[in-house]
């Protein structure tokens, strides 16, 4: 990392640990004592500061609001058996955090000041991060435009801000999901590989229409067809067909995951074969039907490793294998979370110790 950057820090009075209950920790309800924030003004970067968590005033008319420049991004710090605090693959979310930033026409956020505002934070709200099996302190970074201004173009001020919230997984149970094929999350030459607040918001609506049918997630197909499995919106899809895992490749419209990342590179290690191609919902369907599609799960940083028990296509309802039966998914699974939580040697040099 490069030089040690001047960070303000401004500690609360009282603490909100002793009142949270680390045994009720719903996603992203809980945020912890502090945030970082840093300014983006006159083309660069400044005002560096942790400050107590709480509301950050802001002109209603700031762009972000209107237009919707907006990115964020997501990834978890753990408690390592030995007690230390690791966050995981940090690197990945950065590079990430700044392809959406310039596809969003915003600026990049210097590797130094993401980097040492997360450590920063850790440092100072370190008892946040729980030791409970299966739990972490999800990381929130999110930058946005902050120009008070109603003309449509980039914003010339941004803010950029870091949250964290003490946290299980995402979901709790196995998913039963619908395969959309009337409603689109993304199209080519659009902004879907972009962690962008727009992608999000187009998926609310058909979101909450599969859930009055009984859905817990939606399977977004692709914009011209919808013949393609792309992704869940929350998360990566990877099958597992024949013995290997399929998952629909990277392109435009798709979210480069980082945990889809991992797992392709933990399942290659352990000698299965991957496949990142188009992925048809025919041969999803078929696979099922035959045998041949023996797992399927979403993955992702607040998913983590979450089984699909149920698709639904054209009105009927495809139930896969038993999700206490699938070895392959539960297996690397293990083995990603053994490497978060220090149980395992982390020979991918994966995970950054913070404190
Ligand atoms: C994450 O996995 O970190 C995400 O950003 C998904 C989120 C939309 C819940």
């Not at 991004?73 to 710090?77: H, Q, S």
């Not at 992702?300 to 983590?304: F, H, K, V, W």
């Given at each position: 990392m490069n030089e040690t950057l001047d960070i303000t820090i401004s500690k609360a009075d009282q603490s909100r640990l002793t009142v949270t209950d680390f045994s009720q920790l719903p996603f992203g309800k809980v945020f912890s004592d502090h945030m970082f924030i840093a300014d983006f003004n006159n083309g660069e970067w400044s005002n560096l500061q942790v400050l107590p968590y709480g509301p950050v005033p802001m002109s209603p008319a700031i762009s972000a609001l209107h237009y919707g420049q907006a990115i964020f991004?997501?990834?978890?710090?753990y408690r390592q058996a030995d007690g230390k605090i690791?966050?995981?693959r940090a690197d990945k979310n950065f590079e990430r955090f700044n392809k959406s930033a310039h596809r969003m026409a915003m600026p990049s956020i210097p590797e130094e000041i993401f980097m040492q505002g997360i450590a920063a934070l850790i440092e100072i709200d370190e008892r946040w991060v729980p030791a409970q099996e299966g739990y972490s302190l999800y990381i929130r970074p999110v930058m946005f435009a902050t120009d008070p201004y109603l003309g449509v173009k980039a914003s010339d001020s941004y803010k950029f801000v870091l949250m964290t919230t003490p946290t299980g997984p995402y979901y709790?149970?196995?998913?039963?999901?619908?395969?959309?094929?009337?409603?689109?999350?993304?199209?080519?030459?659009?902004?879907g590989y972009a962690k962008t607040a727009g992608n999000y918001a187009r998926s609310i609506y058909p979101f909450q229409e599969a859930m009055k049918e009984g859905f817990d997630q939606l399977i977004w197909t692709d914009a011209a067809t919808h013949e393609f499995i792309e992704e869940a919106g929350t998360a990566n899809l990877i099958f597992v067909i024949d013995g290997k895992l399929v998952t629909p490749s990277v392109r435009s419209t798709v979210l480069d995951g980082v945990t889809r990342d991992t797992i392709i590179t933990l399942a290659k290690k352990a000698g299965i074969g991957v496949e990142e191609r188009r992925v048809s919902v025919k041969e999803v369907i078929a696979g099922i039907e035959n045998g041949s599609l023996t797992d399927a799960f979403a993955a992702?940083?607040?998913?983590?490793v979450t089984p699909i028990g149920q698709i639904g296509y054209e009105g009927k309802l495809y139930t896969l294998t038993d999700p206490a039966t699938r070895a392959i998914s539960a297996g690397i699974a293990k083995t990603?979370?053994?490497i978060r939580y220090g149980l395992i040697p982390d020979e991918f040099g994966w995970n950054w110790t913070v404190k």
């Open positions: 991004e997501g990834l978890k710090a690791s966050v995981f709790s149970k196995p998913l039963t999901v619908k395969i959309e094929t009337e409603y689109t999350r993304a199209d080519d030459g659009g902004v992702g940083t607040a998913a983590t990603l979370n053994d």
